[in-house]
């Protein structure tokens, strides 16, 4: 029943990152002469970039190329990056909760959907130093989030079992991801809601969440 390690989400759990994501999202489909409706950018939080350029493309109804893919995508990604050099908000008790489990000693890994260059940015905001391990979206060989790999994956590099870790996330994609990676999860909803299920209990937010309170959510799931 012990806890082995706290694996924590990016977007939208520990940053109010979500909202900056729309900015290019929206402006790209009106690039592609369409609009993104609510309900396809909801669907969109939480996955992968191959998951939302598909989204995309088929909201606006159009069949792209791979070429036409790849530099979507990079557009998307660069102006992400300038809102996130820009500056990056925090979800509410994010910042004190990662700092407090840190000082615990217990391991810690950032499982993100985001890729590798764009997490980079986003860890000067986030520290590096509170992590031992990040796994991002473009290092599960395309297995990304609902599918259980980058769980397992962030597990395996702390050299735990990923059923004694707590996954914090805020996403139905990204809970789905830790439940199938036998997580217990802490789910705090940011954007969409997160519908009930095993292994899961939800808080409003990550104010006052602290190794304690981790390890009593594992005890009683376990």
Sequence with gaps: MSLEAVLWDMDGTLLDSEK????????????????????????????????????????VGITPTEDETADGAAWIL??????????????PGAQEALRSVRSSGVPMALVTSTERGLTEVALDTIGRDLFDVTVCGDEVEGRNKPLPDPYLKAARLLGVDAAACVAIEDSPTGVASAVAAGCTVLVVPCDVSVPAGERRI????????????????????G
């Design 78 to 91: 660069r102006r992400t990056e300038e809102l996130f050099r820009a500056g990056l908000p925090w979800r």
């Design 202 to 221: 939800f808080r409003e937010s990550l104010v006052g969440v602290d190794l304690e309170a981790l390890a009593a959510l594992r005890q009683a799931t």
């Design 20 to 59: 900056l994501w729309d900015v290019p999202l929206y402006e790209f489909a009106e690039k592609l002469g369409g609009t993104l409706s609510l309900s396809t950018r909801q669907a969109m939080i939480g996955s992968n970039v191959a998951t939302t350029m598909a989204l995309l493309f088929t909201e």
